[in-house]
Nanobody, 115 residues
Framework: QVQLVESGGGSVQPGGSLRLSCIYS????????MGWYRRAPGKQRELVAT???????TYADAVRGRFTISRDNVKNMVYLQMNGLKHEDTAVYYC?????????WGQGTQVTVSS
């Protein structure tokens, strides 16, 4: 059975930081590239950052230089360190395989950036 559980969201002021965590279960995740996605109000879900099993990372232009994705293959965890948060980063954040497993989406964690 596959499962994804995200945590670490919250409300912060512009310029603040948050660290999101995702714990996954299921062999398929342990052998796959992983990603963080987000869905902002009124918008489609978008890919924010990806990481391979070998720790090669990619970032969307909107977050490059501010967000850092990492993973711990022993603990089955994926992280997203978010610095310099902006109003437009407000969204529900999800982790999943890259490309995503459609039936595996978790509940996500809400990030709200507001002054």
């Amino acid at each position: 059975q596959v499962q994804l559980v995200e945590s670490g969201g919250g409300s912060v002021q512009p310029g603040g930081s948050l660290r999101l965590s995702c714990i996954y279960s299921g062999y398929i995740f342990s052998i796959s590239d992983m990603g963080w996605y987000r869905r902002a109000p009124g918008k489609q879900r978008e890919l924010v950052a990806t990481i391979t099993r070998g720790d090669t990372t990619t970032y969307a232009d909107a977050v490059r230089g501010r967000f850092t994705i990492s993973r711990d293959n022993v603990k089955n965890m994926v992280y997203l360190q978010m610095n310099g948060l902006k109003h437009e980063d407000t969204a529900v954040y999800y982790c999943n395989r890259n490309p995503p497993l459609i039936n595996a989406w978790g509940q996500g964690t809400q990030v709200t950036v507001s002054s």
